[in-house]
């Protein structure tokens, strides 16, 4: 019988008030399930590009651990990194026996022996350090791997309302430029590292050994050294953060405006857009030739330190030469050794940009594989009936997509969404829900896949609670077709299985027949091997819709959802797409949402749904004739032209 659905017990009380939900991100109501994204406060967008400290422990220990399956390799790169640090004094040490021994005693089988041993050690330097960067840019290449695989895997298992708290553009980030970062500390940063400081000990000793008071003077110049690095690590670790944040905006500028394309033409904002992508890559331009310039500045400064350690070492040793002190050998050997010295303090001061970089995209990639799902599998999960009959119950269901703030700022009464919801559609029946924009109506189906859990009440299929059963099992019950389609740049036939090689191609064919796709497959040139372009590009609106009818078929659901899906259809489509869909319906439990009322008059039952509450269901002619909310719609959408024309 038509008539309103009671929002009271049985004794005329109110029903209670369902506690409060947990904080789960902001949606409007009524929402579907394209997310939506609030606009953040100015800069917001970017805040993560902040820098934090160059090295922290914790996160050091934990990228270290994406390395223990690849520690023979680590070794292996550390042992060549050594043994070519260890050949760098083998060469001054060579020139300084042929000028101090084999050229005064005139012994040219020692100087032949040198000059080949020199040259040996060349070729044998070159050779660590060919395969040590070859073995590193491998690991570096199998970390990233690594982080990616792991990284697409717990998007794939996030629960929807993180989507609806992070942009798309931020998590590309996380997946590309961020694993990219920490690609290269491990490919350039970590062992090299271990490079440099073994450099420097090996020729710190190597000087010592030869003449301690000859290394000192050397050294005197490395105060200098360590205030210009000092300088410069500060310089270059703020033009670092704001290459990076003018990136961003860049890459978010871009991404918006290639999304709209179709409104920026629509408007004329071609010029004004053009305008303000010059503004924002001036700007990167800007914070670019900062850096550079801070490089121009370093290197030659530490060039003149070198220069002077230089000087000195001819001037000390000059005079020690004169006084017998010490031999022309040595100091030729102190030369060559200071060139080689202050390059790796070039180079530390360079990975210290790498090392801080790597941090900060190791804290927000850590941050997003420690997210724990909102929605998740029980830990004894329950089985559904290996037949499964379709039956859906709700239990005074109550949901509500996030918290309202008040005028100061705290929590107030959640928007809910729906509000004690219950309703049962038997096994076999179809059921319509129709209702005004923001009613809630494809809330319901959002629960009842469980992108989302209600904060009260409770979902059934076939009798179990669907929170105690593992998603996978559940969505496998269901065929859901959305307004929205969307399709995979891939050809026709992985549209319709999704790439489930255990849906025959025969299978597939029989699915676009039933839908009345078969003749539009057919006509394409490649029929089901078409690719169809990015989102289904090269296939209409109309078109698009009939390939998700047809991929809902061919899982062959016990339950057949329809959000809204032919409200994107002429009149011919839909009548077609309606009489494939009755075939569907035979012998499914189906849910159909729709604003158009003409789509919904066959159902066995229409549920009216306003501000999230049920309050009419019923036949469509007892409802009409019931006078209440949807005998209005009803006169709206037909009386209502009629009596105007």
């Known amino acids: 019988m038509a008539g309103n659905v009671a929002r009271a017990d049985a004794a005329g009380k109110p029903r209670p008030r369902p506690p409060s939900p947990s904080p789960a991100g902001t949606r409007p109501s009524g929402g579907g399930f394209v997310p939506t994204m609030s606009t953040p406060a100015p800069g917001s967008i970017h805040e993560e590009e902040a820098l934090g400290k160059a090295y922290d422990a914790r996160l050091a220990r934990r990228l270290l651990r994406y390395l223990a399956p690849y520690r023979g390799r680590v070794i292996l790169a550390i042992g060549l990194l050594v043994s070519a640090a260890l050949l760098q004094i083998v060469g001054p040490w060579l020139v300084q026996m042929a000028l101090d021994d084999a050229i005064p005693d005139g012994d040219g089988r020692l100087l032949s022996i040198l000059a080949i041993a020199y040259l040996v050690a060349t070729l044998a ?97 490395l105060p200098l050294v360590a205030v210009a690095a000092f300088v410069f690590r500060a310089k270059i670790r703020q033009a670092y953060r704001d290459i990076r944040v003018r990136l961003a905006r860049i890459n978010s500028f871009l991404h918006e405006r290639i999304t709209g394309i179709a409104v920026v033409q629509l408007f004329n904002r071609e010029e004004a857009d053009a305008r303000r992508l010059d503004e924002v890559n001036d700007h990167y331009l800007q914070a670019h030739l900062k850096s550079i310039t801070y490089y121009a500045l370093f290197f030659p400064v530490i060039e003149l330190f070198t220069a002077i350690a230089l000087a000195l070492i001819l001037w000390y040793g000059g005079f020690a030469i004169l006084e017998e002190a010490t031999t022309v050998g040595v100091v030729t050997a102190f030369l060559l050794y200071a060139r080689r010295f202050f390059r790796p303090i070039q180079d530390l001061s360079e990975k210290y940009n790498v090392l801080q970089g790597a941090m900060a995209s190791s804290e927000r990639i850590f941050r997003l594989l420690d997210r724990e799902p909102a929605v998740q599998d029980p830990p004894r999960p329950r089985s559904l009936p290996r037949e499964v009959k379709g039956e859906i119950e709700f239990r005074d269901v109550w949901f509500a997509y996030g918290h309202r703030e008040g005028e100061d700022g705290a929590e107030s009464e959640p928007d809910w969404v729906l509000r004690g919801l219950s309703f049962r559609a038997a096994p076999g029946e179809k059921i319509a829900i129709v209702g005004q924009t923001g009613a809630g109506k494809s809330t319901i189906i959002n629960l009842l896949m469980r992108f989302y859990d209600p904060q009260r009440g409770e979902i059934l299929v076939d009798g179990v609670p669907v929170q105690e059963v593992e998603q996978r099992a559940l969505r496998q019950r269901i065929g859901l077709v959305l307004q929205d389609v969307f399709l995979f740049s891939e050809d026709v036939r ?104 003409s789509t919904v008059t066959g159902a066995d039952r229409i549920l009216v749904l306003h501000r999230g509450e049920l309050i009419e269901e019923g036949t469509h002619e007892e409802l009409v004739t019931g006078g209440g909310h949807y005998a209005r719609l009803h006169e709206l959408q037909f009386a209502g032209p009629a009596a105007r024309g």
């Open 494 to 597: 992985y549209n319709i299985r999704l790439g489930q090689e255990e849906i025959p191609d025969e299978a597939v064919r029989r699915a676009a027949r039933e839908v009345g796709a078969e003749d539009l497959v057919d006509r394409l040139p490649k029929g089901f091997s078409q690719p169809l372009g990015e989102r289904g590009a090269s296939l209409s609106v109309g078109e698009r819709q009939l390939i998700s009818f047809a991929r809902a078929l061919a899982f062959d659901p016990r339950i057949l959802v329809l959000d809204e899906a032919t409200s994107s259809v002429d009149s011919e489509l839909e009548a077609r797409i309606d009489e494939a869909t009755a075939r569907i319906m035979e012998g499914r439990t189906s849910i159909v949402i729709a604003h158009r009322l």
């Open 125 to 221: 330097t070159f050779g660590f350090q060919y395969a040590q960067a070859l073995v590193t840019t491998w690991l570096g290449q199998s970390v990233m791997l690594d982080l990616r695989t792991e990284i697409f895997e717990k998007l794939q298992e996030l629960d929807l309302t993180y989507y609806d708290q992070n942009p798309v553009g931020r998590l590309m980030t996380r997946i590309t430029s961020d694993v990219e970062t920490l690609n290269e500390l491990f490919s350039s940063g970590v062992v090299a590292i271990f490079g440099d400081l073994f450099t420097l000990i090996f020729i710190i000793s190597a000087m010592l050994l030869l003449d301690w008071q000859l290394a000192l003077v050397t050294f005197s110049v």
